[in-house]
């Protein structure tokens, strides 16, 4: 197991490297010179001359390349120019919201699919089955910001259920960043509440067509483990439905349910831009955004790298994940 | 985004015995399901509103810049179907052109990541253990290591926000999926008996690569490319949503949504309504997708 985890790891190494000439080149190409976007159209010659030298932009690609990856190990992602900041330190303030919101999202998607995707599975063309295609076959062709609008305007705005935009009234004592596990952790009950309320429709609306999907796949997969023969020898045995379901099915059909929650996990990201945007919620998503819009280059790198580097993790944590779920797979 | 979720919806084998593709069924069959009957009249819809949105449209001259104060901001009616903008243009006729917009971007982004995916594939997969086979695999990986709409947000920010760096940066991200599948494909054709005998005929390997194999692979690529029209709809509209894509006057179905959401909750047509279209179009796609992939089958082998 172990030596499976560093082995892949290792594999992995040739895509991250792949990532940051991919990331660096894109930043490179940015014409109409960072530098004059920078400092303005006021900027002398020595001024250029002088920002040029500080960023490493006088010198051959190559070498700039092996400058950026010399910051990278040292954790510097470089200025933004927008913000005036160091990225790193912007990225670590934005990045727990999109982490909060991402992760919400992922488990209120398997949460609520898979179990909806095996009751279609079990009680197949019946009002459950019926029920759930009627929300998964529209539910991959919604456009998330939209669905972010129509909530906004529907809960929100009309009933005042939810608050419109934004994380918190309040933000809790900072331990993570996370506003529900910190709000817990302080045990500060009105913060935990309002922070709860604030993330109820972003997270919908970024879940919504996961779950969709979810549900599908987890009702094909169930459908699939359900016909084979073992299932019938169980039945022969007595075991009871209950537990040939949960107990035998679910094990079986979980591991293409696995590959999507996977893939998912970068859906949910990206999607993450939308959604962030619509909701002014303070995530890494709308500083990327922000960022793309101002030409700032290295935020945008950054915010680039930091959502490639977590969807190669993600992917190498499922293939993890199937060896426990599935006892046939061999990490060797 | 990313998985055609309804590549995952049907079983495999259901339709396994009904295969022999002799077109007359195919088509019998495709029509026979309400659905993809649904999703073909959608899809033709939106190509009709692409190719004669003057005359579809009642008011053709509101997809462009015009003002027109006097019917500003109007909720849906009879006269202005889905309302009217804060500058008085109907949104109806912005919708139907938004239609053009929309499938110029996809016929673009679909032509492109075509032209290079496609090809790439095919070398890489007919020529598969050589190293520049094994080069195009690893740069495949790194593209997909992105997700596409992070990635091609990055792109944009290379070029000045408008409709042809949305294109260009989507297509950026969008071909290393075609050549992932077509290089599946070419390994799993390459050893077939056919391509054999083309060999030891003395083919020079272009040609058995393109008389042999290719046409083996149309059908998958054909398929994937229906299924992909609503992703890029989608992407490109979230593009165009974020602001990185087409602009204002160009009547594009996100850019319009994002710009209407600066009047809610009041006026909340004016961004419901281009994203009811965007929805719609996905869906049309998404059903002639379905319909084609059970037609002809590619994947339920």
Redesign the interface.
């Known amino acids: 197991m172990r030596d499976f985890l560093l082995r892949r790891l290792v594999q992995v190494l040739p895509t991250v490297f792949g990532l940051l000439v991919l990331i660096f080149v894109v930043s490179r190409m940015i014409p109409g010179d960072p530098v004059r976007l920078a400092l303005g159209p006021e900027a002398t010659k020595q001024q250029i001359a002088a920002y040029e030298e500080k960023l490493g932009l006088d010198r051959p690609l190559p070498a700039q390349f092996g400058h950026y990856v010399a910051g990278l190990f040292r954790g510097d992602l470089g200025e933004s120019f927008r913000t005036s900041r160091d990225v790193r330190l912007d990225i670590r303030d934005f990045l727990p919201a999109t982490v909060e919101l991402v992760t919400t999202a992922l488990i209120v998607a398997v949460c609520l699919g898979v179990p909806f995707g095996i009751l279609s599975a079990v009680y197949p063309n019946t009002w459950v089955d019926n029920l759930s295609r009627l929300v998964a076959v529209p539910g991959v062709a919604l456009p998330r910001f939209w669905v972010g609008i129509l909530l906004q305007v529907g809960l929100a705005y009309q009933l005042g259920l939810f608050p419109i935009v934004g994380r918190a009234t309040r933000a809790p004592q900072s331990i993570s960043g996370l506003y529900l596990l910190d709000a817990a952790l302080t045990g500060d009950g009105t913060a935990f509440l309002d922070a709860a309320r604030h993330l109820v429709l972003p997270t919908l609306t970024l879940a919504l067509p996961t779950l969709a999907q979810v549900a599908r796949l987890t009702r094909a997969a169930m459908i699939d483990v359900l016909r084979r023969p073992f299932m019938l020898v169980h039945a022969a045995y007595g075991v009871s439905p209950r537990r040939m379901v949960w107990r035998y099915g679910l094990r079986n059909g979980l591991t293409s349910v696995l590959t999507l929650v996977g893939m998912t996990y970068g859906a949910l990201i990206e999607n993450a831009f939308l959604v962030e945007v619509v909701f002014s919620w303070p995530g890494l998503s709308a500083y990327g955004a922000a960022a793309v819009l101002a030409k700032d280059f290295n935020a945008v790198v950054g915010v680039t790298l930091v959502v490639g580097l977590s969807f190669v993790l993600a992917n190498v944590l499922v293939d993890l994940l199937y060896g426990y779920v599935d006892p046939r797979v061999r990490y060797n | ?3 055609p ?2 590549a ?4 495999p084998g259901l339709h396994a015995a009904a295969r022999r593709r002799r077109p007359a069924r195919w088509v019998r069959r495709f029509l026979r399901n309400p659905l993809s009957a649904a999703g073909a009249t959608i899809v033709a819809l939106l190509v009709g509103c692409a190719l004669i949105p003057g005359l579809l449209a009642p008011f053709p001259g509101d997809a462009g810049p015009s003002v027109h104060f006097d019917r500003a901001s109007r909720p849906p009616g009879a006269v202005h179907w889905f309302g009217t903008d804060e500058v008085g243009r109907d949104i109806f006729s912005r919708t139907v052109y938004g239609a053009r917009v929309s499938l110029a971007l996809v016929v673009a982004v679909l032509g492109i990541a075509l032209g290079v995916g496609v090809p790439l594939g095919l070398v890489a997969g007919y020529w598969n253990g050589h190293w520049s086979s094994a080069g195009i695999m ?2 495949t ?3 997909l ?7 091609a ?7 000045r ?1 408008d409709l042809w760096s949305a294109m260009l940066a989507i297509s950026f991200t969008w071909w290393p999926w075609f050549t992932r599948l077509v290089y599946g494909e070419v390994l799993s054709r390459r050893e077939e008996p056919y391509v054999e005998a083309a060999r030891a005929l003395g083919q020079h390997d272009a040609v058995v690569l393109i008389r042999e194999i290719l046409p083996n692979v149309v059908s998958p690529v054909v398929v994937k490319a229906t299924l992909d029209v ?1 992703f890029v709809i ?1 992407l490109g ?2 593009l165009a ?4 894509g087409a602009q204002e006057p160009t009547p594009d179905w ?1 850019a319009m ?1 994002a710009r209407g ?1 600066t009047f ?2 009041n006026n ?1 047509w004016m ?2 309504m281009p ?2 279209a ?2 719609v179009a ?2 049309g796609f ?1 059903l002639l997708g379905d319909a084609l992939r059970d037609a002809l089958d590619v994947w339920g082998q």
């Not at chain 2, 995952?8 to 079983?11: H, N, S």
């Not at chain 2, 290591?145 to 990635?151: E, K, Y």
């Open positions: 985004m990313s998985i979720a309804s995952t919806t049907e079983l690893r740069v990986d790194v593209f290591s992105v997700p596409p709409l992070a990635l947000l990055a792109v944009t920010a290379a070029f926000p609503s989608l509209s979230g949503f974020l602001g990185v996100g949504v959401r809610l909750p909340w961004s419901t994203g009811l965007i929805f996905v869906m998404n």
